[in-house]
């Protein structure tokens, strides 16, 4: 059954085109940097926003009109995947996402979960036989079940501790069967609400205890894969111990956990938890803890998690520096973790969500790859700190110098003389490159 009939595969007609279902500026097979842009880029869909999610939110009932939205329990479960796999190929997607009760629904026992989960696998194994798409990660959904109102691996409750330990395992020996290029922890529910009725050294004691586990499990079934950690701040839990990514690397250093983990970064998390994307993918890169990219924006006017396709291309751009100082994303992709407005309820608005999406990536990847060519802001931050290489700076650095000597030189050095950090400038010229980039891509 086709899904999207009227939908035909999307291509690359250029910016001049006029079809909504077309790529304006992603052209998978364009060399950037020296790889295509489908290599660059690594784009992913994520299956519960995009087959799962009705519209719902916390004032309103859902509004999405699909096509299978009239079945029920693994019917649906398998309409979703013939549908999924329909978007991927019209999308021309190298990858997608997904936890385990996106595929397949949630049975009254942990033994009627994996009888659920077993027939689906096998189906999407299946179709992945003869599709491109690959499964970028997968993920154990332990936050909406009521079991976990206290926490998964976090829990005050032995007991859910074990159903969680039992859905993770059950993951990875669904992420090697598929053959996913990572494995995700989101740790939802891991964190408090008070600390009034709060053991945190234990709950985070036990949180590493549950990754070590997952840790030698992989290995024994020899899923050698890239675990990835999450981040967000807050929500639904008031404090999340995985905050943000220098939290997260703290805690992964504190329990020794930071050769097996790399982070995966949304950027609505970012700026929830106070931040840029760009800051938190900075944090990552220059720690070698950059791994897979969440790809969303959250709206400045709205205080929770919005997750709205990116078009922001002054964010792209900068998160896409990032991404290309770090060499690329390795294993990684820019998964849309992102759902279509409550309004944009047609099947069709998944499309024109996606392109977006990805048109904007593409714009940012171009621009990033220019600046980085022309060694825009590094020639300048280079300068900036030019006093770090020569005299006392070099001093400084290469630890030859103590509060004694540094001492003696401020008393004779007089005072001091600043350079302007130019912010407002080096602004001007990123508009300026992505102006250009855009003008010379319509010629």
């Not at 905050?243 to 929830?272: M, P, R, S, W």
């Not at 998964?335 to 940012?364: P, Q, T, Y």
């Given at each position: 059954m086709a899904y999207f009939e009227n939908i035909n595969k999307i291509k690359y007609e250029g910016p001049t085109s006029k079809n909504p279902f077309s790529f304006k500026y992603y052209n998978p097979e364009e060399i950037v940097n020296g790889a295509s842009?489908?290599?660059?880029?690594?784009?992913?869909?994520?299956?519960?926003?995009?087959?799962?999610?009705?519209?719902?939110?916390?004032?309103?009932?859902?509004?999405?009109?699909?096509?299978?939205?009239?079945?029920?329990?693994?019917?649906?479960?398998?309409?979703?995947?013939?549908?999924?796999?329909?978007?991927?190929?019209?999308?021309?997607?190298?990858?997608?996402?997904?936890?385990?009760?996106?595929?397949?629904?949630?049975?009254?026992?942990?033994?009627?979960?994996?009888?659920?989960?077993?027939?689906?696998?096998?189906?999407?194994?299946?179709?992945?036989?003869?599709?491109?798409?690959?499964?970028?990660?997968?993920?154990?959904?332990?936050?909406?079940?009521?079991?976990?109102?206290?926490?998964?691996a976090t829990s005050n409750n032995a007991d859910v501790f074990a159903y969680a330990a039992a859905k993770v395992k059950k993951g990875l020996e669904i992420g090697k069967e598929l053959g996913a290029e990572n494995y995700v922890f989101w740790g939802g529910r891991e964190g408090y609400d008070t600390l009034l009725n709060t053991d945190m050294k234990l709950e985070q004691d036990n949180l590493a205890r549950f990754f070590h586990m997952a840790i030698d499990y992989a290995k024994e079934i020899n899923f050698n894969v890239p675990f990835l950690i999450e981040p967000k701040p807050k929500e639904p839990t008031k404090h999340q111990y995985d905050f943000d990514v220098a939290?997260?690397?703290?805690?992964?250093?504190?329990?020794?956990?930071?050769?097996?983990?790399?982070?995966?970064?949304?950027?609505?998390?970012?700026?929830?938890?106070?931040?840029t994307f760009e800051h938190e993918l900075r944090v990552a890169r220059i720690n070698g803890m950059l791994g897979s990219v969440d790809a969303n924006q959250g709206d400045t006017l709205i205080g929770w998690d919005t997750d709205e396709f990116p078009t922001d291309l002054y964010s792209t751009t900068l998160a896409m520096y990032e991404i290309l100082m770090n060499g690329g994303l390795g294993k990684g992709g820019l998964n849309f973790d992102a759902k279509v407005r409550r309004g944009s309820f047609e099947a069709e608005d998944l499309f024109h969500a996606h392109i977006a999406g990805m048109d904007s990536f593409a714009i940012g990847l171009k621009v990033a790859n220019k600046l980085i060519e022309d060694r825009v802001l590094e020639d300048f931050i280079a300068d900036r700190y030019a006093s770090f290489n020569e005299g006392i700076g070099l001093d400084i650095v290469e630890g030859r110098t103590n509060l004694h000597k540094l001492e003696q030189y401020a008393l004779a050095a007089g005072e001091v003389t600043n350079k302007s950090g130019r912010q407002e400038r080096l602004k001007a010229i990123v508009n300026q490159y992505l102006l250009e980039t855009l003008s010379t891509v319509r010629v």
């Amino acid at each position: 059954m086709a899904y999207f009939e009227n939908i035909n595969k999307i291509k690359y007609e250029g910016p001049t085109s006029k079809n909504p279902f077309s790529f304006k500026y992603y052209n998978p097979e364009e060399i950037v940097n020296g790889a295509s842009m489908e290599e660059q880029l690594r784009f992913s869909v994520a299956y519960w926003h995009t087959f799962t999610a009705d519209g719902t939110d916390p004032f309103g009932s859902g509004t999405a009109i699909r096509p299978w939205n009239h079945l029920r329990g693994l019917d649906l479960a398998k309409a979703r995947v013939e549908a999924a796999f329909e978007l991927f190929e019209k999308l021309n997607a190298p990858f997608f996402c997904f936890h385990d009760s996106d595929i397949a629904p949630e049975g009254n026992t942990l033994k009627e979960t994996y009888d659920n989960l077993d027939p689906i696998v096998a189906m999407i194994k299946e179709y992945m036989k003869t599709s491109k798409t690959k499964l970028l990660w997968n993920t154990a959904n332990m936050f909406t079940h009521p079991r976990y109102v206290h926490g998964a691996a976090t829990s005050n409750n032995a007991d859910v501790f074990a159903y969680a330990a039992a859905k993770v395992k059950k993951g990875l020996e669904i992420g090697k069967e598929l053959g996913a290029e990572n494995y995700v922890f989101w740790g939802g529910r891991e964190g408090y609400d008070t600390l009034l009725n709060t053991d945190m050294k234990l709950e985070q004691d036990n949180l590493a205890r549950f990754f070590h586990m997952a840790i030698d499990y992989a290995k024994e079934i020899n899923f050698n894969v890239p675990f990835l950690i999450e981040p967000k701040p807050k929500e639904p839990t008031k404090h999340q111990y995985d905050f943000d990514v220098a939290t997260g690397l703290a805690f992964l250093q504190k329990y020794d956990l930071q050769d097996h983990f790399k982070f995966n970064i949304e950027a609505n998390h970012a700026t929830l938890a106070g931040h840029t994307f760009e800051h938190e993918l900075r944090v990552a890169r220059i720690n070698g803890m950059l791994g897979s990219v969440d790809a969303n924006q959250g709206d400045t006017l709205i205080g929770w998690d919005t997750d709205e396709f990116p078009t922001d291309l002054y964010s792209t751009t900068l998160a896409m520096y990032e991404i290309l100082m770090n060499g690329g994303l390795g294993k990684g992709g820019l998964n849309f973790d992102a759902k279509v407005r409550r309004g944009s309820f047609e099947a069709e608005d998944l499309f024109h969500a996606h392109i977006a999406g990805m048109d904007s990536f593409a714009i940012g990847l171009k621009v990033a790859n220019k600046l980085i060519e022309d060694r825009v802001l590094e020639d300048f931050i280079a300068d900036r700190y030019a006093s770090f290489n020569e005299g006392i700076g070099l001093d400084i650095v290469e630890g030859r110098t103590n509060l004694h000597k540094l001492e003696q030189y401020a008393l004779a050095a007089g005072e001091v003389t600043n350079k302007s950090g130019r912010q407002e400038r080096l602004k001007a010229i990123v508009n300026q490159y992505l102006l250009e980039t855009l003008s010379t891509v319509r010629v």
